[in-house]
């Protein structure tokens, strides 16, 4: 099988394709991503010279690159996407193009190819806050930040394909991923980052909002599972084992590095901050999808390739894309000069 996997230098997309060219010997990888900010070739550096592995850098927004990239490929698979909330906020432009029209894009070329499977990956945050119970996959979308409102259109973009055209597309919802190669900006790798170094952790509000934590580990086995047995014109909820408030889950990875309370500083929450995610997975679950992982140990894994692993992350730290941001989002708030 001929898979082109988009955005696969980004967190979930390289460890997705590590899975699956591990799990399907059978299977070859083109990965067309541009290498935005968060895109990182290091990311895949273990495998980059597999014969089966070829990274084509180009933006899947371009009509002719993105054609190039389709021709002669099986099925799609599809991360690229701005992802980030707060930078959302501060400028929604970079999601529309890349979450709304790359989509469209992506979505038109496969149909020229005919491509025999369009696999979308998208968020739990497109249901946008869920007060008791959990998101099923025929709820009404909700979304409430600028980034969940570009997922929740390339969704129903690709829901009209697949009605329109016939396109056979599916589409999966994800909770809040975590584990190795996230970019540092996010969450867990912030946190977890930033106490290596003695540094603050910024908790919005009054911690309080509730997160479904899914290992990127697992998450990379129940796509591939999808990949292969989902049925086309679907939607497939992708939750983890444990939920907890953001003030819980800051506790439990405190415990973990031996930190003390000081280094958790309360900022002012985030304008359109959801309280609560939960995703019903009993369709993915009918696949005969399992977690491999468990919370508490995928956690501690988590904390030590970060650990382990400060050379991937302090050059990102250092960079523009990383530095810039965090000045001008946190650094102020949190007492702190120029960053590392």
């Known amino acids: 099988?001929?898979?082109l996997v988009t955005g696969g230098l980004g967190f979930i997309g390289s460890n997705f394709i590590r899975h699956v060219l591990s799990a399907r010997r059978q299977v070859s990888v083109t990965n067309l991503d541009l290498r935005t900010y968060a895109g990182n070739p290091a990311n895949l550096a273990d495998i980059s010279r597999d014969r089966r592995y070829r990274w084509v850098r180009a933006d899947i927004a371009d009509t002719k690159a993105v054609d190039r990239c389709m021709k002669g490929a099986d099925a799609v698979v599809h991360f690229a996407a701005e992802t980030h909330v707060d930078r959302s906020i501060l400028d929604a432009a970079a999601f529309l193009r890349t979450n709304v029209i790359g989509t469209q894009v992506l979505l038109d070329a496969a149909l020229r190819h005919k491509v025999g499977r369009f696999l979308h990956v998208s968020t739990d945050e497109?249901?946008?806050s869920v007060v008791r119970g959990c998101?099923?996959?025929?709820?009404?979308?909700?979304?409430?930040?600028?980034y969940a409102a570009s997922k929740a259109a390339s969704d129903l973009l690709v829901r009209s394909y697949v009605i329109t055209h016939g396109l056979p597309a599916i589409v999966t919802r994800a909770?809040?991923?975590?584990?190795?190669?996230q970019f540092p900006e996010k969450a867990l790798p912030l946190m977890i980052t930033n106490w290596i170094d003695q540094e603050p952790f910024p908790l919005y509000g009054d911690?309080?909002?509730v997160r479904d934590w899914l290992f990127v580990l697992d998450h990379a086995r129940a796509l591939e599972l999808v990949l292969r047995r989902g049925r086309v014109g679907e939607i497939y909820n992708i939750g983890g084992t444990r939920s907890f408030a953001n003030r819980d889950l800051v506790e439990r990875v405190r415990r973990i590095m031996?930190?003390?309370?000081?280094?958790?500083?309360?900022?002012?929450?985030r304008p359109g901050h959801d309280r609560r995610y939960a995703l019903d997975c009993g369709k993915l679950k009918s696949l005969g999808f399992r977690h491999a992982y468990g919370f508490e140990e995928a956690l501690r894994l988590t904390v030590e390739w970060y650990r382990g692993h400060e050379s991937w992350w302090r050059p990102l730290k250092r960079g523009g894309g990383y530095r810039?941001?965090?000045?001008?989002?946190?650094?102020?708030r949190l007492g702190q000069g120029r960053g590392r």
């Open 207 to 209: 911690g309080r909002n």
């Open 1 to 3: 099988m001929k898979l």
């Open 258 to 269: 031996g930190v003390g309370p000081r280094l958790v500083r309360r900022v002012p929450d």
């Open 126 to 128: 497109v249901y946008g």
């Open 135 to 146: 998101s099923r996959e025929g709820d009404r979308l909700e979304p409430n930040s600028p």
């Open 175 to 181: 909770s809040n991923n975590f584990g190795p190669f």
């Open 324 to 332: 810039e941001y965090y000045q001008a989002q946190y650094a102020a």
